[in-house]
C-alpha cells in the first residue's frame, strides 16, 4: 500500500538576497526561476507564479510530500510552542487543501504511525478536501450552525487543540479584508472556549495589528498564556500573524450539538 504521510518535515532556511533585480541569487539555491509574461496572463499572475517558483518553502513542501506551504507555519509555531503531542484531540478550522491537517495528524500520531497514545484531527473546510490518513475531514461552513453541528458530532467530547488558519477569500479591500479574518478568528475563538479541556490551546490568525483588544481581554481571561507570532515561514509581505493561547482555564460548559 502506497504510504501517502508526509516525510519528516525540515522547516527551510529563509534565503537571504545576494543580490538585487531580476535574477538575483538566493542562498541554497541555483539561480532565482525567471518567469515570462505570457501573452493573456495578469502581471499579478505571473508575479505569483515567480514567486511560487523561487519559494524554497514551496519546493521544500512538495518534497516532503506536504499540500501547502502552510504547513511549515504550523511546524514552526508548535516548535516554539509545543501544544502537539502524541494523544491530542485537535480540530483544524480552515483545513484546505491540508498541510496544517498533515502537521497534526503526524505530531498526535492520529494515524497509528508510530507506538505511543493515538490521537485525533478532525478538520473542516468551505471546500472539499482529499482524504488524509488519519483525519476526519468535513466540508462545510463553519459560520453554520449545521457544519458547526457535524464538527461537533464527529469530535464527540472535548478537544485539546483548536487551529485556525482560516481566511475568507481576499477582495483586495483592506478594511473588508481585515474585518472579514477577525470575524472568522472570534467565532473561533468563542468555538474554542466551549470544546476545550482544561489545559488546551487555541491557534489562531490574525492580522497586522495582533488581536483586538476586546478579543483579547477574553483570550487572556480563558488561557493563562496568550503571545502573538509570525513564524519564519509567513511571508514578509503578509499582514498575518498568529495569536498562540495556551493553558485553557476550562471555564465555560461543553458546547453540544444543536446546542
Ligand atoms: C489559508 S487557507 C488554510 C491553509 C491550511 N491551513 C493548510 O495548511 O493547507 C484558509 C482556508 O480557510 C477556509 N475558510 C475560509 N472561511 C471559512 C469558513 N467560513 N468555514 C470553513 N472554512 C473556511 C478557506 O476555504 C481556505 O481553504
Known amino acids: ?40 496572463r495578469k502581471v499579478s499572475s505571473t508575479r505569483w507564479l515567480k514567486r511560487q517558483l523561487n519559494d524554497p518553502y514551496v519546493a521544500e ?39 496544517w491537517t498533515q502537521v497534526a495528524v503526524e505530531r498526535v500520531n492520529a494515524d497509528a504511525g508510530r507506538s505511543g497514545k493515538q490521537g485525533r484531527v478532525i478538520g473542516i473546510d468551505l471546500l472539499e478536501m482529499d482524504a488524509i490518513a488519519g483525519a476526519d475531514l468535513l466540508q462545510g461552513d463553519f459560520l453554520d450552525d449545521g457544519a458547526v453541528d457535524r464538527l461537533l458530532a464527529a469530535l464527540d467530547g472535548r478537544a485539546d487543540v483548536v487551529l485556525s488558519d482560516m ?13 472579514r479574518i477577525m470575524g472568522l478568528l472570534e467565532c473561533a475563538v468563542d468555538f474554542a472556549a466551549e470544546v476545550l479541556a482544561p489545559d488546551g490551546a487555541f491557534v489562531g490568525k490574525v ?3 495582533g488581536t483586538e483588544n476586546e478579543l483579547l481581554a477574553a483570550l ?6 496568550v503571545r502573538h507570532a509570525k513564524p519564519p515561514a509567513s511571508r514578509d509581505s ?18 453540544k450539538p444543536g446546542n
Open 220 to 225: 487572556k481571561r480563558d488561557f493563562s498564556s
Open 61 to 99: 513542501a512538495q518534497r516532503l510530500g506536504f499540500r501547502s506551504r502552510a504547513a511549515f507555519k504550523l511546524i514552526e509555531l508548535d516548535d516554539r510552542f509545543g501544544f502537539l503531542k502524541p494523544g491530542r484531540r485537535v480540530v483544524d478550522l480552515g483545513a484546505a487543501p491540508g498541510g
Open 238 to 255: 503578509s499582514a498575518e500573524s498568529y495569536v498562540v493561547a495556551t493553558g485553557f482555564r476550562g471555564a465555560r460548559k461543553a458546547r
Open 207 to 209: 492580522l497586522k495589528g
Open 1 to 40: 500500500m502506497a504510504d501517502d504521510r508526509p516525510r519528516k518535515p525540515n522547516a527551510p532556511k529563509r534565503p537571504k538576497s545576494k543580490g538585487k533585480g531580476r535574477g538575483a541569487r538566493v542562498s541554497g539555491r541555483q539561480l532565482a526561476a525567471r518567469v515570462k509574461t505570457a501573452r493573456g
Open 167 to 179: 481566511a475568507a477569500p481576499a477582495t483586495g479591500h483592506t478594511a473588508t479584508d481585515h474585518l
